[in-house]
Each structure stands twice: as structure tokens, then as C-alpha cells.
């Protein structure tokens, strides 16, 4: 191989990995919300099927169908309470999902974002659509243990990643499963008088006091 030739295939090689590495960062930048939600698919045939997320965030969703839509297969989904958002399927998820980016503007991304916090506003029964609730405007919710435990605790701030409870009540251990209201997490650290929680796509069946 000529040095010509080499420096044609490193040059072509390394355009090749910055743009992995670009659509792989693409795909990180926006953590998913575990919120289930049901709605319809519209393919590239114009038929419709019935969906849900397993997942969202501004960025991508993950669905499940019983007919799912092929990798790179552009799709138009109807999802209730978040109206239309469409796509390109990026890949397989297991059995019966997909993952879908998005391909609408940051203006888009942004709206959808408001949405989803006011989804899970809902979800741990705050209805304030704000992307942070703070202590002055703190709220009681239950919380469930994987062990069994429920009792009340107040919401000190919020966001679509996760959520901080105040407590008086002994925090359960860093990684274990919690319910908080009606979204699931696992405990990421403890603070003074209470604990963080990272919200997780799916939880455990906790058992019930």
C-alpha cells in the first residue's frame, strides 16, 4: 500500500470512529424517564399499530409492539398525554422493543421535556408543571421499601432523573429498590435527614405492607 493510500484509509478510518463516538454520545445525552405510556405507530406503510414506551427522555424512546418496525425504518408515534413525536428506529431492545431517536428540533426537545416532568409530577402526585420543586414548595408522598416498609416522606427537590426525600424514618441502604409514589428508583446516596433517589426504567415487585 502506497503512503498515499494509508493516509486515504487512516483518514477514512478516523472520520469513521469520530462519528461512532459522536452517535453514541447522541444517544447518551438525554437519560430515560421510566414512564409508561400507551399510544399508536404510524410506519413508513402508513399503518397503524398499538404501542407503549418502556421508556423515554427529550431524546429517544424505547417502545414495545407486537409489530415492531425494522432498524432505520422512520416511524411517527401518537403517544397519549404527549402528543406526536416521530424517528428512526437506532436498534433492538430484547424481545418485542425497539429504540427510537428523535429527529425534531431542540425547540421540540425542550417542549417535550416539560411535558415529561409534568408526567412525573403526576406520577409522585405533584401537579405544579415545574422542572424543580424546591423545599418552600415541598410535598408529602408515600414510599415503599423492597423490604416491605411504607411510610410518608417530603419531596425536597426533583427532576426528571431522580428525586430527594426528607425523612425522619432510617433511609433504606444505597442501591436498594424504592417506590416513590408511583415511579420506581434505586437510593443513589444518603444526606442528612433523608436520601436521593435515581429513577429507574423498571423496579422490582415490592411487597406490600
Same mark, same amino acid.
Given at each position: 500500500?502506497?503512503?498515499?493510500? !494509508?493516509?486515504?484509509?487512516?483518514?477514512?478510518? !478516523?472520520?469513521?470512529? $469520530?462519528?461512532?463516538?459522536? =452517535?453514541?454520545?447522541?444517544?447518551?445525552?438525554?437519560?430515560?424517564?421510566?414512564?409508561? $405510556?400507551?399510544?399508536?405507530?404510524?410506519?413508513?406503510?402508513?399503518?397503524?399499530?398499538?404501542?407503549?414506551?418502556?421508556?423515554?427522555? &427529550?431524546?429517544?424512546?424505547? @417502545?414495545?409492539?407486537?409489530? +415492531? &418496525?425494522?432498524?432505520?425504518?422512520?416511524? $411517527?408515534?401518537? /403517544?397519549?398525554?404527549?402528543?406526536? *413525536?416521530?424517528?428512526? *428506529?437506532?436498534?433492538?431492545?430484547?424481545?418485542?422493543?425497539?429504540? @427510537?431517536?428523535?429527529? #425534531?428540533?431542540?425547540?421540540?426537545?425542550?417542549? +417535550?421535556?416539560?411535558?415529561?416532568?409534568?408526567?412525573i409530577n403526576k406520577d409522585l402526585? @405533584?401537579?405544579?408543571p415545574a422542572h424543580r420543586v424546591v423545599a418552600?414548595?415541598?410535598? #408529602?408522598?408515600?414510599?415503599?421499601?423492597? !423490604?416491605?416498609?411504607?411510610?410518608?416522606?417530603?419531596?425536597?427537590?426533583?427532576? /426528571?432523573?431522580?428525586?430527594?426525600?426528607?425523612? &425522619?424514618?432510617?433511609?433504606?441502604? @444505597?442501591?436498594?429498590?424504592? =417506590?416513590?409514589?408511583?415511579?420506581?428508583? %434505586?437510593?443513589? =446516596?444518603?444526606?442528612?435527614?433523608? #436520601?436521593?433517589?435515581?429513577?429507574?426504567? %423498571?423496579?422490582? !415487585?415490592?411487597?406490600? &405492607?
Open positions: 500500500m502506497t503512503n498515499t493510500a !494509508a493516509k486515504i484509509d487512516f483518514a477514512t478510518a !478516523a472520520t469513521r470512529l $469520530v462519528s461512532m463516538r459522536t =452517535r453514541t454520545q447522541e444517544r447518551r445525552r438525554f437519560r430515560r424517564t421510566p414512564l409508561i $405510556v400507551g399510544g399508536r405507530m404510524l410506519d413508513t406503510a402508513g399503518r397503524e399499530h398499538d404501542c407503549r414506551t418502556a421508556d423515554i427522555s &427529550p431524546g429517544d424512546v424505547r @417502545i414495545a409492539a407486537t409489530e +415492531l &418496525p425494522t432498524v432505520g425504518e422512520r416511524v $411517527v408515534l401518537y /403517544l397519549d398525554g404527549i402528543g406526536r *413525536v416521530s424517528g428512526k *428506529v437506532a436498534r433492538t431492545c430484547g424481545e418485542g422493543e425497539v429504540a @427510537i431517536i428523535f429527529d #425534531f428540533s431542540a425547540h421540540k426537545r425542550e417542549k +417535550l421535556a416539560e411535558q415529561l416532568t409534568v408526567a402526585g @405533584i401537579e405544579e418552600d414548595n415541598a410535598r #408529602f408522598i408515600r414510599i415503599e421499601h423492597e !423490604a416491605g416498609d411504607a411510610y410518608e416522606g417530603e419531596v425536597m427537590d426533583f427532576s /426528571l432523573a431522580g428525586v430527594t426525600i426528607r425523612t &425522619p424514618r432510617m433511609a433504606p441502604p @444505597i442501591g436498594a429498590w424504592v =417506590r416513590i409514589g408511583g415511579v420506581y428508583g %434505586r437510593v443513589a =446516596r444518603l444526606i442528612e435527614g433523608g #436520601f436521593a433517589v435515581d429513577f429507574e426504567t %423498571r423496579g422490582p !415487585a415490592l411487597k406490600r &405492607p
